[in-house]
């Protein structure tokens, strides 16, 4: 083959790559959030639905939603009470909070707190105070969990224990990308290092 053959093969390939990773980049992680649908599984009732005219605020018990994508993940999230907030109803503060991540063709991951706002157009909920994630052999404690769906990401922060199996993990906040499944450990200071301690 000639120079100028192989030289034009290269210019095409690096084109044609340049081409995919401008489309997966800008373009299918967008359609990943378009996909998203959700519904919410108990009808707001006279019985479940109260006002309370002292904070001006509406409270709604036992609320339940549930959202899936084109992949066929599901995230299902209930509340005892979620408590409508008066100068945004897009936000919910949700109290007594339980989730439950269905990926698919993995085991469930299990979210529990006090308290979490979510916030009904963007699906974004942010766990925070006595928040626990079990997964598998994972078993995490923390102050703070944030499901980001517009940025595809999960990030655990304030982590006071995390388990996995026989060995725990001290570090300050994970985050953990949904679309690229890449993982991030770090501290808060950068004199502290991230330990893994084995029983």
Do not use: C, W
């Not at 404690?141 to 655990?156: F, G, Q, T, W």
């Amino acid at each position: 083959m000639k120079k100028n053959t192989i030289f034009q093969l290269l210019i095409f390939s690096t084109i044609f790559l340049s081409i995919f990773l401008f489309y997966y980049n800008f373009f299918y992680k967008k359609n990943y959030q378009k996909q998203i649908k959700t519904e919410i599984i108990n009808e707001v009732t006279p019985d479940n639905f109260k006002e309370d005219t002292e904070t001006n605020k509406s409270v709604i018990l036992n609320l339940e939603y549930k959202s899936s994508d084109a992949f066929g993940n599901e995230y299902i999230l209930k509340a005892n009470s979620a408590e409508i907030q008066p100068d945004n109803e897009e936000n919910l503060k949700l109290i007594d909070v339980r989730a439950v991540i269905y990926l698919k063709d993995k085991t469930p991951i299990n979210i529990s707190s006090d308290f979490a706002f979510h916030n009904k157009n963007s699906f974004d909920t942010n766990f925070f105070s006595q928040v626990e994630v079990k997964h598998d052999e994972f078993d995490i404690e923390s102050e703070n969990l944030d499901l980001l769906y517009a940025s595809n990401l999960v990030s655990l922060y304030n982590i006071k224990k995390a388990v996995y199996g026989e060995s725990s993990l001290k570090v300050d906040k994970i985050n953990f990308d949904i679309l690229t499944k890449d993982l991030s450990m770090n501290m808060y200071k950068n004199n502290e290092r991230i330990n893994i301690l084995y029983k």
